[in-house]
Antibody
């Protein structure tokens, strides 16, 4: 059974760095063609893809946030970490991690999401 | 501003058929990239509904079907049921390296 779960702070102050961890089970990021992404959803708004890391440690970012995002993985812990620097109230959103196998090219499993509020 | 455009809302009575459109461009749907569809019950995570244009994950009824033409795609729901009331998102891949994986603007389906 494939599961993913996001963890991190619920409240972050403006200008701080937000660090989120996705802990998953039921698959491995050592497996060829496997990847994990982060997607966020501001309250009442649409989904926005943020970043992806794959089994070969290739990393991709949405250009609008590229200078502020860092994605990394710890294969031994089955974790993917996302860091977002210099947060702003506009970064308030529910953050999801999701699996994307390259042979499927769809986000086929999602974590429940974690709501992060940016406020002083 | 989403790269893929969907109508904000659609509605239908139980048993009816509704369609949700997803309009992209020559760098995503028009470039023959796969279009996937997700269902999201408010307050929960999105769930993959249909991928690779016709494949449904286990448990997804065949009332859900998709089509694609040019730079657009559509999700059709036949025999509308109360439990279909949700938000629906299309998703594709954009060959523009500045965006890559892109989502639609989302459509709220109301079952009357």
């Amino acid at each position: 059974q494939v599961t993913l779960r996001e963890s991190g702070p619920a409240l972050v102050k403006p200008t701080q760095t937000l660090t989120l961890t996705c802990t998953f089970s039921g698959f491995s990021l050592r497996a060829s063609q496997m990847s994990v992404s982060w997607v966020r959803q501001p309250p009442g708004k649409a989904l926005e893809w943020l970043a992806l890391i794959d089994w070969d440690d290739n990393k991709y970012y949405t250009s609008s946030l590229k200078t502020r995002l860092t994605i990394s993985k710890d294969t031994s812990k089955n974790q993917v970490v996302l860091a977002l620097t210099n947060v702003d109230p506009l970064d308030t959103a529910t953050y999801f991690c999701a699996r994307l196998p390259y042979d499927l090219y769809a986000f086929d499993a999602w974590g429940p999401g974690t709501l992060v509020t940016v406020s002083s | 501003q989403s790269v893929l455009t969907q109508p904000p809302s659609v509605s239908g009575a139980p048993g009816q058929r509704v369609t949700i459109s997803c309009t992209g461009s020559s760098s995503n749907i028009g470039a023959n990239m796969d279009v996937n569809w997700y269902q999201q019950i408010p307050g929960t995570a999105p769930k993959l509904l249909v991928n690779r244009e016709s494949n449904r994950p286990s448990g997804v009824p065949d009332r859900f079907s998709v089509s694609k033409s040019g730079t657009s795609a559509s999700l059709a729901i036949n025999g509308l049921q109360d439990e279909d009331e949700a938000d629906y998102y299309c998703q594709s891949y954009d060959i523009n390296p500045s965006v890559r994986w892109v989502f639609g603007s989302g459509t709220k389906l109301t079952v009357l």
